[in-house]
C-alpha cells in the first residue's frame, strides 16, 4: 500500500491540475539552485556547520533551565487565613485535581464526606451539591476570595458542573454542619520561565474537550496569563440534552515583590445547554431546562503587605462584577470590598466587608484564629448580612480542636444563629439555626480513618431550579448524622480509601439515608526501571453506592422516591514527564437507576484524552 502512495499522489495532482503549474515552478527553481550551488565555495570540512544553530539552541535550553529554578513571589490567597482547627478542611491541590479522577469541580466535591450530587445527566449537566438536607443553600462558593452568587436561571444554588478545572490550581473545602463552603483559587505561575499547557479530550458520541493556558512573569514585575476551554458534551441519555460551553480566562499582573501586587482578571463562560427531553411529543417529555447565555467575572484585586513572610498586617482591596445574559434574563452584580487581617505565628485576626449591588448590600464577616500552644487551635467567625426586604442573616461559627501525640485528633464546631436561604427570593425569610459536630480522626502514612457526629436542626429549604419537575423539598426536622471515612495503605503503591453516611431515625429530602464512596488505587513510578522520577501510572477504581429515600416533592407534594442505586468508575492514567494520557469511564455496571430521576447516566461512557506542559 505505500508503495503506491506517490503514484496515487501523482494521480490526485493530475486529477487537481495542480501537477502542471507546480511543475513550472519547480523546474525553474531546480535549475536556478544548481547554478548558485556551483558558484559557492566549498567549506572546510574540519569545521562544523551547524555550530552556530547549535550553540544558540544550547543557550536558549540552558537559560529556560535556570529561569525554572527562579522563584517569583504571587499573590497571598485570600480568605483562607490560619491557623485552623484540624479536621476542619480539606484541600485539593493541583496534583489532586490532575489525578482525582475529576471532569468537573463537582466530581471533586463528591469526594467530601457527606455530599450527595444532583447529577443531571452526563458531563455538563447540572450537578448542585447536596448536603445534610440543606438543598439549594448547601454550599457557599468563593472565587479568589470573591464571593461567587448564584444568578441567571438559578439565582439560589450554584452549578459547580459549570467551573473550569482549567484554570482552577487549588480548591480548599471548609466542613461545617449543615454546610461545607468552597474556595476556588485560578492559577498561580511563580517561575521566572514561561509555562504552557495544551490538552485534548475525545470521548464517546462526539464528546469533545480542549484546553490550552499560557502563562508569564517578569522579573520586573509584570506577568500575563491566558487560557481557553471548550467543551462538547453531546446527547448520551435522552433524545436531547447536548451541552457545550466556551470559556476564557485572561489576567494581567504587576507583583514587584511579595509586599505589593495589582492583579486583574477576566473569566467569561458561554454554556448552552439544550433542555433534556426524554420522549419527544409526549406530555412532559421535558424533564430539565435548556438556555444558551454568557456569564463574566471581571475582578481587580490589590494587595498590600508589610512583610515577606506573610506574618503582620495585610489589606485586600477588591472589586468584581458579574454579568449573566440568556435564558431571557440579564442581571449583573457589582461587588465592592476587601479583607483587612493581622498574622502572627499562633494566631490572625481578620475582617471582610463587601457591598453588593444585588440581593446582599451588605456584607460583614470578622474571623479569628488562635494556637496557643501546639495541640490546641481554635477559630471563629462572626457574620452579618443584610439583604433587600429588610432582612438579615446574622450567625457564628466556632471550632476548636486537640492535636494529640502520633496524629489523632480530636475537633467540635458549631454554627449557631439565623439564616436566609434565599437573599435571591424576597418573600424568604431569616431561620434559626443551631448546628453541631465532633469529629475524631487519626492520621498515618499507612493508615487513617475519622469518624463525627452531626445534629442539624429543623430547616426549610429550597430545590434547584434546574430541576422544574422536582420543584419542593419537604422542610427538615431535626437530624442526626454519623459520618466515617477511612483510608488504608498496605504497600506504598496500593491505597483504599472511602466514606460513609447515615442519618438515624429520620431522612431529609434529597439526601439517602446511607451513603458510601469508595476507591482502589495503584499508583506507582516505577523507580526502579525510572529513577530519575519521570514516569507515573496510576489505575483508579471508584464505587458509589446509596440506599432508597425522598429526592424531593412534586407539585402538589407528593414524594418523588430516590431509588438505590450503585455506580463503579474506572481511571488510567499515565504521566511521562510532563506529559499525560488518561481513559476515563463511567457507570461500568450499566445501572439504569440515576442521582436524580429520568436524568440517566449512560453506561460504558468514556472519553479518552491528553495534557502537555511545557515551560518555554
Avoid at 439565582?155 to 484554570?167: K, M, R, T
Avoid at 499547557?197 to 458520541?205: S, Y
Avoid at 499515565?574 to 463511567?586: A, G, K, V
Wanted: glycine share 10%; charged share 20%.
Amino acid at each position: 500500500m505505500f508503495r503506491r502512495l506517490p503514484e496515487r499522489f501523482l494521480a490526485a495532482l493530475v486529477r487537481t491540475r495542480v501537477f502542471l503549474p507546480l511543475t513550472l515552478v519547480l523546474v525553474p527553481l531546480t535549475l536556478f539552485v544548481s547554478r548558485l550551488h556551483a558558484q559557492i565555495v566549498e567549506p572546510d570540512t574540519t569545521s562544523d556547520t551547524l555550530a552556530i544553530d547549535s550553540t544558540r539552541s544550547t543557550a536558549e535550553y540552558l537559560k529556560q533551565l535556570r529561569n525554572v529554578r527562579v522563584r517569583l513571589p504571587v499573590l497571598p490567597l485570600p480568605g483562607v487565613e490560619g491557623p485552623q482547627p484540624p479536621l476542619t478542611r480539606i484541600v485539593f491541590t493541583h496534583d489532586s485535581i490532575e489525578w482525582g479522577n475529576a471532569a468537573t469541580v463537582g466530581d471533586l466535591l463528591a469526594q467530601v464526606p457527606g455530599v450527595f450530587l444532583w447529577r443531571g445527566g452526563y458531563i455538563g449537566r447540572p450537578e448542585p451539591v447536596s448536603f445534610q438536607g440543606r438543598g439549594a443553600t448547601s454550599a457557599e462558593y468563593y472565587l479568589d476570595g470573591i464571593p461567587y452568587v448564584a444568578a441567571g436561571v438559578d439565582s439560589v444554588a450554584v452549578d459547580p458542573a459549570l467551573f473550569s478545572l482549567s484554570f482552577i490550581d487549588r480548591i480548599e473545602v471548609e466542613r461545617w454542619p449543615g454546610q461545607i463552603r468552597v474556595y476556588l483559587f485560578t492559577r498561580q505561575h511563580d517561575l521566572l520561565a514561561a509555562r504552557s499547557r495544551i490538552a485534548i479530550a475525545r470521548g464517546d458520541n462526539n464528546y469533545a474537550r480542549y484546553e490550552a493556558v499560557l502563562e508569564r512573569r517578569f522579573l520586573s514585575g509584570p506577568g500575563f496569563d491566558l487560557g481557553g476551554d471548550y467543551l462538547s458534551s453531546p446527547t448520551v441519555s435522552g433524545q436531547s440534552s447536548t451541552y457545550s460551553n466556551t470559556q476564557v480566562w485572561a489576567r494581567g499582573s504587576y507583583i514587584r515583590s511579595p509586599k505589593f501586587g495589582v492583579q486583574y482578571q477576566l473569566i467569561r463562560s458561554a454554556p448552552n445547554r439544550r433542555p433534556y427531553v426524554i420522549s419527544p411529543g409526549a406530555t412532559g417529555d421535558t424533564i430539565g431546562l435548556g438556555y444558551k447565555a454568557r456569564r463574566t467575572e471581571a475582578q481587580f484585586r490589590l494587595s498590600l503587605r508589610d512583610r515577606e513572610d506573610g506574618l503582620g498586617p495585610r489589606i485586600d482591596l477588591l472589586y468584581a462584577r458579574s454579568a449573566w445574559d440568556g435564558g431571557g434574563l440579564d442581571q449583573q452584580i457589582n461587588q465592592l470590598g476587601g479583607y483587612l487581617t493581622f498574622r502572627t505565628p499562633s494566631y490572625s485576626i481578620g475582617g471582610s466587608a463587601f457591598h453588593r449591588t444585588r440581593w446582599t448590600p451588605l456584607d460583614l464577616r470578622g474571623t479569628i484564629g488562635w494556637n496557643p500552644i501546639a495541640p490546641f487551635t481554635a477559630s471563629a467567625e462572626l457574620v452579618h448580612m443584610h439583604h433587600f426586604g429588610g432582612r438579615s442573616s446574622d450567625y457564628a461559627n466556632v471550632a476548636a480542636g486537640l492535636q494529640l501525640v502520633r496524629g489523632l485528633a480530636i475537633t467540635g464546631t458549631a454554627r449557631v444563629g439565623k439564616v436566609v436561604a434565599a437573599p435571591a427570593i424576597v418573600s424568604d425569610t431569616a431561620q434559626e439555626v443551631r448546628d453541631l459536630q465532633g469529629a475524631l480522626g487519626w492520621n498515618r502514612a499507612r493508615l487513617g480513618f475519622e469518624v463525627s457526629y452531626s445534629r442539624t436542626s429543623a430547616f426549610a429549604p429550597f430545590s434547584y431550579a434546574e430541576f422544574p419537575l422536582i420543584p419542593r423539598l419537604a422542610p427538615a426536622p431535626e437530624t442526626e448524622w454519623l459520618t466515617g471515612a477511612a483510608r488504608l495503605a498496605p504497600l506504598q503503591w496500593l491505597t483504599m480509601e472511602g466514606w460513609y453516611s447515615n442519618t438515624r431515625k429520620v431522612t431529609p429530602d434529597g439526601v439517602p439515608p446511607r451513603h458510601t464512596m469508595g476507591v482502589a488505587t495503584i499508583r506507582s513510578k516505577f523507580l526502579r526501571q525510572f529513577p530519575s522520577g519521570i514516569f507515573d501510572v496510576k489505575l483508579r477504581l471508584s464505587m458509589e453506592t446509596w440506599s432508597a429515600g425522598t429526592l424531593g416533592r412534586d407539585a402538589v407534594g407528593n414524594p418523588i422516591p430516590l431509588p438505590a442505586a450503585t455506580y463503579f468508575r474506572s481511571l488510567v492514567q499515565i504521566q511521562l514527564d510532563r506529559f499525560q494520557i488518561y481513559w476515563d469511564r463511567i457507570n461500568l455496571t450499566n445501572q439504569k437507576h440515576a442521582y436524580v430521576t429520568g436524568f440517566g447516566i449512560p453506561a460504558y461512557g468514556s472519553n479518552f484524552g491528553v495534557r502537555w506542559e511545557f515551560f518555554n
